[in-house]
């Protein structure tokens, strides 16, 4: 099978999934569903897959398997800790997250410095990253309901474990 005709089954299948298909580089495809899948089909240890914003992915992964990732929470991982807000950083980063936008991104309610806290949007305990590029500005209350679910996805179903 050619090249050509593995991205075009790719863009097919994507599609009849209800999400955007974006060809990066010729072995760097994406998935555009509730969340980004970075999608290397050719990769040498078999075709990988990822999350984006999160910090690993899985291997010998199947196109349906990729897709269903585009939908689904990543599963609760180990992450035991929590962020070291010594620096000021917490601060520095809610503050200029506030002037860009001061409202909840779950209920839409407007925030202050003092009600607006930051919530990762891949949860930490889902692999999520610990940077501005997975964090938007919570009130408290929806933040602890939150928790490291993702309600907020279509299909909020666990990845397949064995994959991992």
């Not at 999400?19 to 089909?41: C, F, S």
């Not at 398997?65 to 929470?73: D, E, H, L, N, V």
Request: net charge positive; charged share 25%; glycine share 8%.
């Amino acid at each position: 099978m050619s090249d050509s005709s593995v991205w075009d089954n790719f863009v097919q299948c994507v599609e009849a999934a209800g999400m955007e298909a974006v060809k990066r580089t010729n072995t760097h495809w994406q998935i555009k569903g509730d969340l980004l899948v970075n999608y290397w089909p050719f990769a040498k240890r078999g075709a990988t897959a990822h999350v984006s914003g999160t910090k690993s992915g899985l291997r010998n992964v199947s196109l349906s398997q990729a897709i269903k990732m585009a939908r689904s929470a990543p599963p609760v991982g180990g992450y035991r800790g929590k962020r070291d807000r010594r620096s000021g950083g917490y601060s520095k980063t809610k503050a200029k997250m506030l002037r860009k936008n001061n409202k909840c991104w779950v209920c839409g309610k407007k925030l202050t410095q003092r009600t607006a806290t930051l919530d990762h949007v891949i949860p930490l305990a889902r692999g999520g990253q610990d940077n501005h590029n997975n964090m938007k500005l919570a009130c408290e209350p929806c933040n602890r309901k939150r928790g490291s679910a993702m309600p907020e996805l279509s299909d909020n179903t666990e990845h397949n474990e064995e994959n991992q």
